[in-house]
């Protein structure tokens, strides 16, 4: 199947994923970093600065793809410890049992959840999680309903732009949680 007979939703995803991937590709390039370095680094906690400390980070998302792409981005481009799930339940799980996160990207529209992003949101914050969330989408009236519910004190990311917006955040909550640089 070829991404033309996809759905709206799935054509915007493959787009945003190959933004992703150009993205990470060109910074590899910049950066002097080979494709077999780039790929010894995915899955795991080392990297080569291993006095830098890392933000633990927890994606939420049900498009693998998209989720597969981002994860791929943090470890290898940011090299922070990621984890990734496909459900709001799943999140909320992970967070009782006890994992703790410094940021956590959080998809607003779930496809085949009863839980929308807003409710998982909801939901962490009575169980006090005090990771930093980030609400994210590929569509802006969602973006803007979850800004009027949930107020301007998060973040909310464009997937679209997100490597636009992604290096801020990351900058910015290394800052507050006290991570050197």
């Known amino acids: 199947m070829n991404w033309k007979s996809r759905s709206h939703k799935a054509a915007l995803t493959y787009i945003e994923i190959t933004i992703l991937k150009v993205y990470l590709f060109s910074f590899c390039l910049h950066n002097g970093t080979s494709k077999s370095q780039s790929n010894s680094l995915t899955g795991s906690d080392e990297v080569n600065d291993s006095s830098r400390k890392k933000l633990r980070i927890l994606i939420v998302d049900d498009d693998g793809d998209f989720r ?8 290898i481009i940011h090299k922070e410890l990621v984890e990734a799930v496909e459900s709001g339940a799943l999140a909320i799980h992970r967070v009782k049992e006890g994992h703790s996160y ?23 914050m009575k169980i006090r999680c005090d990771a930093r969330i ?30 636009e917006t992604l290096e801020k955040l990351l900058l910015k909550t290394r800052e507050e949680r006290g991570f050197d640089e």
Do not use: C, H, R, W
């Not at 597969?68 to 470890?75: H, R, V």
């Not at 994210?136 to 997937?159: C, F, H, Q, R, T």
């Open 134 to 163: 980030a609400m994210m989408s590929a569509n802006e009236k969602s973006l803007n309903e979850a800004k009027d519910v949930l107020g301007k004190g998060i973040p909310y990311l464009d997937k679209s732009k997100l490597s």
């Open 102 to 124: 410094d940021i956590i990207f959080l998809d607003i529209n779930f496809d085949l959840e009863d839980m929308t992003g807003i409710e998982v949101y909801e939901e962490l």
């Open 68 to 75: 597969q792409s981002m994860l791929d981005m943090l470890e």
